[in-house]
């Protein structure tokens, strides 16, 4: 048995004022000028604590492994703090070489016409507060929460897969060329 001395890795992150955080369940709710989420930290081994201005995560543990699960949760919880602040944009080319692609949003989904002429649209899902704006060619996807802003992209692109053809050959798709922080209108 080793004599050294283990390290408890703490960290204190500073909110913002114009965010207001707070716990309730180990559910951490975050919410800023441009909306609010929620993160569920029960699965997540951290010792987590709201203060007055701040956020005090804790690793329970001194192993790698305590400490790669305690950089994850200092992550999570800087992805929520700069979503509410400044969001998130995405942006998705439309690429088609005979059958034009129209892209409309319709009751919280997106629907992809057209597609290798296909009569019926492809249909894609929007997740959570994201707002989907179809531009020419461009398809521009913002919202304040990262994972549901990329998840719409992703399942954007999957939704317009070519299957069972040459993927070299066969481009059309809408793909994801930009992604940056802030939104952009």
Do not use: C
Request: hydrophobic share 35%.
């Amino acid at each position: 048995m080793s004599t050294e001395q283990v390290e408890i890795h703490e960290v204190k992150i500073e909110v913002p004022d114009k965010v207001k955080v707070s716990e309730k369940h180990r559910i951490l709710n975050v919410e800023g000028p441009l909306g609010k989420t929620r993160k569920n930290f029960k699965k997540i081994p951290v010792d987590l604590k709201v203060e007055s201005k701040s956020i005090v995560i804790k690793s329970l543990g001194t192993r790698k492994k305590d400490y790669a699960i305690f950089k994850t949760a200092e992550s999570l919880v800087n992805t929520l703090i700069k979503g509410v602040q400044t969001g998130y944009t995405f942006k998705m080319k439309i690429v088609y070489a005979h059958f034009p692609i129209t892209v409309k949003i319709k009751d919280g989904n997106i629907h992809v016409e057209n597609f290798q002429g296909e009569r019926a649209p492809r249909v894609s899902k929007i997740f959570g507060d994201t707002k989907v704006v179809a531009k020419g060619d461009d398809v521009v996807i913002t919202g304040p929460v990262l994972t549901d802003v990329s998840q719409t992209a992703a399942s954007l692109q999957q939704n317009t897969k070519v299957k069972n053809k040459d993927s070299r050959v066969f481009l059309d798709g809408i793909y994801l060329f930009e992604k940056h922080d802030g939104i952009e209108k």
